[in-house]
């Protein structure tokens, strides 16, 4: 399922870049390498994520941030300690993003609604596949009058899983974050006591499902 | 007469007939329950007061208390995680969008959930496709959240002739929460509200409520479900 090369197709982290000074370089790789990424969701979480605020500044000494919303790269270029994933799984791309991810990440947690359990995209699952695909591009109530009634099919299009899957039933997740999103203080909390040993512990007043 | 139990080793006093939930409560000791309502007698449906009386699992809202009687609430990991098993039970078997859900905030299976520490279900999500009822012009049934606790069935009656107004249709998998839409209609908006606040999840709900309250200062955001079990008891 991986990306076929044999097409005119050059993914982000394969562009050529000028190397970091090798200063520089040690000391980001010395760092406990953090990556967040998204599958399925709406990216709220990633907003929470941005919502540590100048809280991730204190970290940023312990810390290197590879994949996520501030670096915008597509494949985390070294392996990494803790690795953050919003999103439920809904498509083919989805699945080979979580396995290359779960391959790379020694901690991985599951943060937000649709991650833990599929949240709003999940909603579709009390309804056949075949259904939805006709809802939306056949009898479609925004669809363009006379426009040819299309389901989109290309190989370079993802296939839609049947049903959508929290993370947990496709790899294996250490640890999970609820919440629709879960506020940023809850993503900093689980961060910094895994940055400082002390592991996992979300109190049941930072918990929430929505 | 007086009675004299423990609750996690500790020895207690506590009044003869009356329910563990009711006395550990009394002594600041929280079991978690969303059926049981106090002063009602005990509908047993949920199970999620599950704690040990004499090293036997039973649900507390439905033994009174004896003399000499063992209970453990806490002191034992097996019944702690049994009950957050039973809760994350729940949420695999309905869908409980909680996002999605004018009753969130004010939930007692949510409020629950975060008391036993739920973070995801150990169970598969199940995704069962429920039909919501909207037949009654005063509330609406949103099957999908229903845990079949009763409550409603027991404790919501039409107030001319004593019926019942919600009843549970088929068993097993194939259980309903049904409504009688025409006493339904005849229900005043003050049963209205009690009916929908009586429910722990988000089934019944009051056609003309929706998202009252901000994120924040919602029921159990001002005072946690424990808080306010241990609150009406503790002297």
Redesign the interface.
């Given at each position: 399922m991986s990306h076929s090369h044999n097409k005119n197709e050059i993914l982000s982290h394969e562009l050529p870049a000028t190397p970091l000074d090798p200063k520089t370089q040690a000391e980001r790789d010395a760092k406990i390498q953090v990556a967040m990424i998204g599958l399925c969701g709406c990216w709220g979480c990633t907003l929470s994520f941005l919502d540590m605020d100048e809280r991730l500044l204190g970290l940023l000494d312990k810390v290197a941030i590879t994949r996520s919303s501030f670096t915008d790269v597509k494949r985390i270029p070294h392996r990494c300690t803790i690795g953050f994933v919003e999103g439920g799984v809904a498509n083919s791309e989805n699945i080979e993003t979580l396995e290359e991810f779960r391959e790379n990440c020694d901690i991985m947690i599951?943060v937000g609604?649709c991650a833990?359990?599929?949240?709003?995209p999940?909603?579709r699952?009390?309804?056949p596949l075949e259904e939805c695909l006709i809802e939306a591009y056949v009898d479609s109530p925004t669809a363009v009058e006379g426009a040819k009634k299309v389901i989109p099919f290309h190989e370079d299009l993802p296939i839609i899983t049947t049903?959508v899957k929290?993370l947990?039933?496709v790899v294996k997740i250490d640890?999970?974050?609820?919440g629709?999103p879960p506020d940023g203080d809850a993503i900093i909390k689980v961060l910094d006591d895994f940055v400082n040993g002390r592991g996992f512990d979300?109190p049941?007043?930072m918990?929430?499902?929505? | 007469m007086s009675v004299r139990v423990t609750i996690d080793g500790q020895e207690i006093q506590a009044r003869s007939g009356d329910n563990i939930i009711d006395v550990a409560a009394q002594n600041g000791v929280y079991i978690p329950s969303l059926c049981y309502v106090k002063g009602k007698p005990c509908l047993g449906t949920c199970r999620t007061c599950s704690v040990k009386v004499d090293g036997s699992v039973m649900a507390a809202c439905t033994i009174p208390v004896r003399e000499g009687m063992e209970i453990e609430v806490n002191d034992d990991a097996e019944i702690v995680d049994m009950r957050k098993a039973l809760v994350e039970l729940l949420?695999s078997e309905g869908?409980?969008?909680?996002?999605?859900?004018e009753k969130?905030?004010r939930c007692e299976l949510?409020a629950t959930?975060?008391?036993v520490?739920?973070?995801?279900?150990r169970f598969?999500?199940r995704?069962?496709?429920?039909v919501v009822d909207h037949a009654s012009k005063t509330v609406f049934l949103q099957r999908d959240r229903c845990i079949f606790c009763q409550r409603c069935v027991d404790m919501v009656r039409d107030e001319r002739t004593g019926k019942k107004i919600f009843s549970i249709k088929g068993r097993g998998t194939h259980s309903s929460i049904e409504i009688d839409a025409e006493l339904a209609n005849e229900m005043t908006p003050q049963q209205v509200r009690h009916a929908s606040d009586l429910c722990p999840v988000g089934c019944i709900i009051d056609k003309t409520q929706g998202y009252d309250d901000p994120?924040g200062q919602r029921k159990f955001e001002i005072k946690?479900i424990k808080d306010r079990a241990l609150e009406k008891e503790h002297r």
């Open positions: 599951s609604a833990v359990w599929g949240g709003t999940a909603m699952n009390v309804v049903k929290p947990h039933e640890y999970f974050i609820p629709c979300l049941s007043e918990n929430r499902y929505d | 949420f869908n409980h969008n909680c996002p999605s859900c969130s905030g949510q959930g975060y008391e520490d739920m973070m995801v279900s598969p999500y995704f069962t496709p429920r994120i946690s």
